[in-house]
């Protein structure tokens, strides 16, 4: 045993996730000492506003505003402030003095994690961060620790609740992309600045975070390919439910090999088609999953809450116990693995199918056009599907009605996106393309 005194927690942070720990922390903190075998005081809480009307009644005496002091002499310091400075002082801060680290900012860890992790291993400090991915779904713990021995090879996640809840409004009830938005803020849902979330942002700080755990790599996330759902219409989303697949937001990470041979991890956010079959597919409303494909373990699925101050304060409280534990144990803690060190390659090197609307000219000669464009940059169909344009006669023939143009919907093979990308071009330059409507990639299959 190297430690039999009680720990004492410095807060940083009593905002929707703060002061639900600060709760939890003071309401069970007998049972959290019978859990860790060492009683875990609360020493201290900082804001910014002592003053300030709070979800959660704090005892006063615990407030401050004078972090840096309150840091000083804690043994575990834990961030849910939120933002890159002063958060990221203050971490360093603590690790320097000594003290093991809980924080949920995935913004931080997305962009300073391996400055941080770097610092806290030269002490042998711990720095736990179960609520940055996913906030209540355990899901950093089990690929840091648990599948350690095995061989991730992808992770599909919904790791942006607020883009899932909008995306599934508009599948589930026919909303528009303006109104489950609206829906969206309304309730909460979104964060202050509505972009984070509706631009992929958010789950590109949390792809980051997976790709670079499942990989064993420091992968930032100015490195994730990001596309949000602005774009996304009814007409996509109804068009994919035809098709029999459901339009959701992905954060990727996947072990890929590019065009030379050269291994490598490719992370990326977009909008992608998910078969109705797919475990994915049945995540509903502001939920999140992680879904993860490993060599030996086979495909496993988490799912839960992902926000919320309660859910998410469930996930720091269990990192928190976690580090007392170690502290009664001794020895040092799980440090980050980046052994593997793979290169992070870009979104032209990923491979996946895709499926393209096109508006095209109603004449002979177009496909073969159409195809013979694809074929030339290595892409093949393996489906079509064409729908006259304008009114519908009453034997079910359309007309001539809109000119003589008709929807295209061609399935591809698996391509590079590259190629892909490259073939889109092509087709928005043919003559015989009115407009390019969509191209969506298909994950999951
Ligand atoms: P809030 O904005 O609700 O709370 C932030 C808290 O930090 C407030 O109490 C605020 O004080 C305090 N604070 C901010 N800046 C300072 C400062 N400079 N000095 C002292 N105190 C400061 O954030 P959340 O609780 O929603 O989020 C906290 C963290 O958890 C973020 O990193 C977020 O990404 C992460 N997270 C949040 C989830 C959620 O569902 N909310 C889910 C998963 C992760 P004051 O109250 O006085 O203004
Ligand atoms: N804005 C985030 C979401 C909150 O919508 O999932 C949790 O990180």
Redesign the pocket.
């Known amino acids: 045993m190297s430690e039999t005194r009680s720990l004492r927690v410095a807060l ?8 639900q720990v600060a709760r939890l922390l003071l309401e069970h903190h007998d049972e959290l000492a019978a859990r860790a075998g060492v009683p875990i005081d609360l020493v201290g809480i ?5 003053t ?1 009307t ?1 979800s959660v009644n704090l005892p006063a005496e615990l407030l401050t ?1 004078d ?1 840096e002091t309150l840091i000083q002499g804690a043994d575990i310091v834990v ?5 890159i400075e ?2 990221k002082s203050y971490i360093l801060a603590a690790i320097g003095s000594g003290a093991d680290v809980v ?6 860890l997305a962009e300073h994690g391996a400055e941080i992790f770097a610092a806290a291993a030269q002490v042998g400090a711990e720095v736990y961060y179960e ?2 991915v996913a ?1 209540a779904i355990p899901i950093i713990r089990p690929l840091r620790d648990s599948l350690a021995g095995d061989h991730v090879e992808r992770i599909l996640a919904i790791v942006n609740g607020s883009t899932n809840y909008i995306l599934d409004r508009m599948d589930r009830f026919g909303d528009s992309m303006e109104d489950a938005q609206r829906v969206a803020l309304e309730l909460g849902y979104l964060e202050a600045d509505p972009t984070l979330d509706v631009e992929g942002f958010d789950a590109a700080q949390k792809a980051a975070i997976l790709a670079g755990l499942a990989f064993h790599t420091s992968v930032p996330a100015a490195a994730v390919h990001r596309e949000g759902i602005s774009a996304i219409t009814l007409a996509d989303v109804e068009s994919a439910r035809e098709a029999g697949f459901v339009i959701k937001l992905l954060a990727i990470a996947e072990r890929i090999t590019d065009e030379d041979g050269l291994e490598g991890v490719s992370a990326r956010v977009h909008p992608a088609l998910v078969r109705r079959d797919h475990p994915l597919a049945t995540v509903y409303g502001g939920n999140n999953a992680v879904f993860v494909e490993a060599e030996a373990a086979g495909p496993l699925m988490f799912y839960g809450a ?4 309660v ?2 304060a469930s996930a720091v409280l269990g990192d928190i116990v976690s580090i007392a534990r170690r502290h009664i144990a001794g020895g040092v803690g799980v440090g980050e693995s980046v052994a593997a060190d793979l290169a992070v390659l870009p979104i032209g090197a990923a491979q996946t199918r895709y499926r393209i609307s096109l508006d095209v000219e109603d004449r002979p000669g177009v496909l073969a056009e159409l195809a013979g464009i694809l074929a030339d940059r290595g892409v093949s169909v393996e489906t079509l599907r064409q729908t006259a344009n304008g009114a519908v006669t009453a034997d079910g023939l359309a007309t001539e009605a809109d000119g003589g143009t008709a929807t295209l919907v061609i399935g591809t093979h698996t391509a590079r996106d590259a190629a892909l990308a490259a073939a889109v071009e092509a087709l928005s330059a043919s003559g015989a393309v009115a407009s390019v409507r969509s191209v969506l990639r298909i994950e999951g299959a």
């Open positions: 940083l942070g009593a905002g929707t996730v703060g002061a900082a804001v910014r506003d002592v300030a709070r505003t972090a961030e849910l402030m939120g933002g002063p958060a924080t949920g900012n995935k913004a931080l609520a940055a906030a992902g926000a919320g101050g859910q998410t």
